[in-house]
Every structure is written in C-alpha cells, then in structure tokens.
Nanobody, 126 residues
Framework: VQLVESGGGSVQAGGSLRLSCTHS????????MGWFRQAPGKEREGVAA????????YYADSVQGRFTISHDSAKNTVYLQMNSLEPGDTAMYYC?????????????????????WGQGTQVTVS
C-alpha cells in the first residue's frame, strides 16, 4: 500500500486547508485511515481517523469541531478538512492506514496500530 498526501501549505490563523491522502495498491475496502501530525521536538499524535466501512470517525479533543475527516472510496482518498486553524496546528501531517476497525476505543491514536504511512505534508499556521 502506498499513501500520498497533498494539500499542505501556509495559512494565517483562522484560515482553512484541506489535506488529501490517496492510497494505491491492495487495500481492503474495510480499513482504518488515520491522520497524524508531528511538530518539531514533539511526538507524533493522532488527529483524526475514519473506519471506511460505516464511516465511524474519531477526533482528538484539540481538533474536535474544527477538523473533519472523510473518505471517498471511489477515489481511494481520505480528506482532512481543517477550519479555524491555529498556530498550534503547525506540524507535518501524515496519513496512515491499518487493515482493521481503528481498534478498541482510543486505540486509533496509537501510531503503532498503523502499518502503512505517507511521506507527510507540511502545514504552517501563523
């Protein structure tokens, strides 16, 4: 499985960006897609995840109500719509996939759950 992110950039606080992650190669129609971010000197943290069969979504408290994750199965693409961006959202954003249901409650945040990762796209909010 190969994942390619796009859509990052530089925006002012209060602005919006939409990240995309397109996956190729064999992947089950039922899988978990997650977005993570990592700022310099900080650990990688889970931002949002979606289980593609049923559309269950999960969000970190810090982005709840501002970010929306969605999946287009026809395009093999997962999106992260980011609104009301804050300087604290500045980070490299990664998408990842795991061939399950996003795990028991809370597990979706664990990077170790995922077995395929993209190369990342930079988001800078000033």
């Amino acid at each position: 499985v190969q994942l390619v992110e796009s859509g990052g950039g530089s925006v002012q606080a209060g602005g919006s960006l939409r990240l995309s992650c397109t996956h190729s190669g064999y992947i089950s129609s039922r899988h978990c897609m997650g977005w993570f971010r990592q700022a310099p000197g900080k650990e990688r943290e889970g931002v949002a995840a979606i289980y593609t069969d049923g559309g269950n979504t999960y969000y970190a408290d810090s982005v709840q109500g501002r970010f929306t994750i969605s999946h287009d199965s026809a395009k093999n693409t997962v999106y992260l719509q980011m609104n009301s961006l804050e300087p604290g959202d500045t980070a490299m954003y990664y998408c990842a996939t795991e061939p399950g249901t996003c795990g028991p409650p809370g597990w979706w945040k664990l990077p170790s759950l995922y077995n395929s990762w993209g190369q990342g796209t930079q988001v800078t909010v000033s």
